[in-house]
Each structure stands twice: as structure tokens, then as C-alpha cells.
């Protein structure tokens, strides 16, 4: 069964960072793709940045580009990501997704998910 764990959110003042992990279990395969998307109060859930796999490319959302980096230990089975420059408007609810195949831009139920974890920042 897989299963996606987040941990590091919390509450930052504009102009702070925070780090988010996610730990990925259960996956038979280690080629995987995994990333971050987020959901704001009255919004949909959108995608942030996402990693293809150990030797792939990755994904930034424009909104995010610059601000945040990526970053994965295939072999721990973790994913990072580093957000610098916080501004009020990155906050929400951040969710781990993985699943062999991840359109970053688009959200889908069928992807695996992690339970979220709320990133507040302040102005």
C-alpha cells in the first residue's frame, strides 16, 4: 500500500521560508514521480512543483518559480521542497502526490496522496 506522509508545515511571516518533506512507502517500482500541489480556502487545488523520477526533470508553477526548489533522496524515498520568499498568498493546504505518472499541472483523485499540511503565511 503506498502511502505519502508530509511533515514541516507551520505558520511564517512574509518574506520567510519553510522546508515541507514527504516520505514515500510502498511503491514497488523506485521510478516514480512525486510533487507538491496545493489548496488554497475556495480554490482548486493546484500543482506547485513535482520531480520525475531520479534522473528526470522537474516542474515549477509560475506562481512559485524562483521562490521554491525541489529536491529528492530516491533512495531514503523523500522529497523536499524549500520555499523561500513566502508571501500570503502561498498559503494553503500542501499535499505529497506520487504515482508512476504525474501531470504536475493538473490535479487528479487518481494519484496517491499524502493528508496535507497546512503552510500559514502572515503579512
Known amino acids: 500500500e503506498v502511502q505519502l506522509v508530509e511533515s514541516g508545515g507551520g505558520l511564517v511571516q512574509a518574506g520567510g521560508s519553510l522546508r515541507l518533506s514527504c516520505k514515500a512507502t510502498?511503491?514497488?517500482?523506485?521510478?516514480?514521480?512525486i510533487g507538491w500541489f496545493r489548496q488554497a480556502p475556495g480554490k482548486e487545488r493546484e500543482g506547485v512543483s513535482c520531480?520525475?523520477?531520479?534522473?528526470?526533470?522537474?516542474y515549477y508553477a509560475d506562481s512559485v518559480n524562483g521562490r521554491f526548489k525541489i529536491s529528492g533522496d530516491y533512495a531514503e524515498n523523500m522529497v523536499y521542497l524549500q520555499m523561500n520568499n513566502l508571501k500570503p498568498e502561498d498559503t494553503a493546504v500542501y499535499y505529497c502526490?506520487?504515482?508512476?505518472?504525474?501531470?504536475?499541472?493538473?490535479?487528479?483523485?487518481?494519484?496517491?496522496w499524502g493528508q496535507g499540511i497546512q503552510v500559514t503565511v502572515s503579512s
Open positions: 502526490a506520487a504515482d508512476l505518472i504525474l501531470f504536475c499541472s493538473k490535479s487528479s483523485p487518481t494519484y496517491f
Open positions: 510502498g511503491f514497488s517500482r523506485n521510478d516514480y514521480q
Open positions: 520531480l520525475f523520477g531520479r534522473d528526470g526533470g522537474t
